[in-house]
């Protein structure tokens, strides 16, 4: 079993920034493509941002993309999402997620993909 846990959220005013981690414990995730995802009040889960197991290959919803960076560091078994230029429609509850039994080159945007979820961190944008 993996467990995942992340951090850095909290309350920003438009064009902050913050970076969240998700540290995972119980297994090693080096092996695992990585993603973030995202859930806005009254809304699904999004896609937001997604890493190969290797660092190598990245991938980004078009509302994100050139504001955040996802990267991950396999020593310490921990994803980050630096965000940049934050806008009041990002504010949700951010989740931490691994694909564990991907085979492909590049990381998935499919919530169905992902099997271990973390439990979620609050961000806030003020206008």
């Known amino acids: 079993q993996v467990q995942l846990v992340e951090s850095g959220g909290g309350l920003v005013q438009t064009g902050g920034s913050l970076r969240l981690s998700c540290a995972a414990s119980g297994r090693t995730v080096s092996r695992y493509h990585m993603g973030w995802f995202r859930q806005a009040p009254g809304k699904e889960r999004e896609f937001v941002a997604g890493?190969?197991?290797?660092?190598?290959?990245?991938r980004y919803a078009d509302s994100v993309k050139g504001r955040f960076i996802i990267s991950r560091d396999n020593a310490k078994n921990t994803v980050y999402l630096q965000m940049n230029s934050l806008k009041p429609e990002d504010t949700a509850v951010y989740y931490c997620?691994?694909?564990?039994?991907?085979?492909?080159?590049?990381?998935?945007?499919?919530?169905?993909?992902?099997?271990?979820w973390g439990q979620g961190t609050q961000v806030t944008v003020s206008s």
């Open positions: 890493i190969s197991w290797s660092g190598g290959n990245t």
């Open positions: 997620a691994a694909d564990s039994k991907s085979l492909a080159l590049n990381p998935s945007s499919l919530i169905g993909r992902y099997d271990y």
